[in-house]
């Protein structure tokens, strides 16, 4: 079945220990996004990629990148992990930005 | 700014009976929404979607409403079973000035159903 992959689904890492998020898709979509997801509230966007193009949200601090060597895998990169960044990352796909997104299940991040 | 907001944090309803999840959107020029259901650790599913140019759109066992002279969304459920518990999230896709469009979040609704 097509679908959205994210690995690990549980991560812990120590604090200023960067740590990388992953995820695939087999819907062969142009648009992949992150989200932060806290407990108990909605998720919030972090950055998309359409294709190559790279858009960051203006709030989205330095200390979150992402990449996107290929179609198929979008990266998170946190490089200096706070206690304030545990929390679910969500990845989604789209067609194009105008329509639905499809999340992946998530992983789960602690910092210790 | 622009946002999408729920009335009911907390939604309990006995199995079997309709549920009515609401949903109020402050951006008029918005074309596109979606409700997702999410279930406790698990990624948003989406449910249904509908389009400014409707004002009804039903799948199975759902139904999603429209008003957009209110900027009103609703989400029903019939018959509800213990597995629609989760928290619901309306989205509204509205496009922003950097020329995308992004999902915008409202707070979610937790439904939780008894038996």
């Known amino acids: 079945d097509a679908m959205v992959i994210q690995n690990p689904r549980y991560q812990v890492t120590q604090f200023g220990k960067p740590v990388t998020l992953s995820c695939s898709q087999t819907?062969?979509?142009?648009?992949m996004y992150w989200y932060q997801q806290k407990s108990s509230q909605a998720p919030k966007l972090l950055f998309h990629y359409y294709d190559k193009d790279f858009n960051n949200e203006a709030d989205t601090p330095d200390n979150f990148q992402s990449r996107r060597p290929n179609t198929s895998f979008c990266f998170l990169d946190i490089r200096s992990p706070g206690l304030g960044d545990a929390a679910m990352y969500l990845c989604?796909?789209?067609?194009?930005?105008?329509?639905?997104?499809?999340f992946g299940p998530g992983t789960r991040l602690l910092v210790l | 700014g622009e946002s999408v907001g729920l009335h009911l944090p907390t939604l309990s309803v006995q199995e079997g009976d309709n549920s009515i999840i609401n949903c109020a959107y402050s951006n008029s020029a918005s074309d596109y929404f979606i409700w997702y259901k999410q279930e406790s650790g698990k990624g948003p599913q989406f449910i249904i979607d509908?389009?400014?140019?409707?004002d009804k759109r039903q799948g199975q066992r759902v139904t999603v409403l429209l008003n957009k002279t209110v900027k009103h969304l609703s989400l029903q459920i019939a018959a509800t079973q213990p597995g629609d518990s989760a928290v619901y999230f309306c989205a509204e896709n509205t496009e922003f000035s950097g020329g995308y469009n992004k999902l915008i979040f409202g707070a979610g609704t937790r439904l939780a159903v008894h038996p």
């Open positions: 989604a796909t789209s067609t194009a930005e105008a329509e639905t997104q499809y």
């Open positions: 819907l062969n979509h142009n648009v």
């Open positions: 509908i389009r400014s140019n409707m």
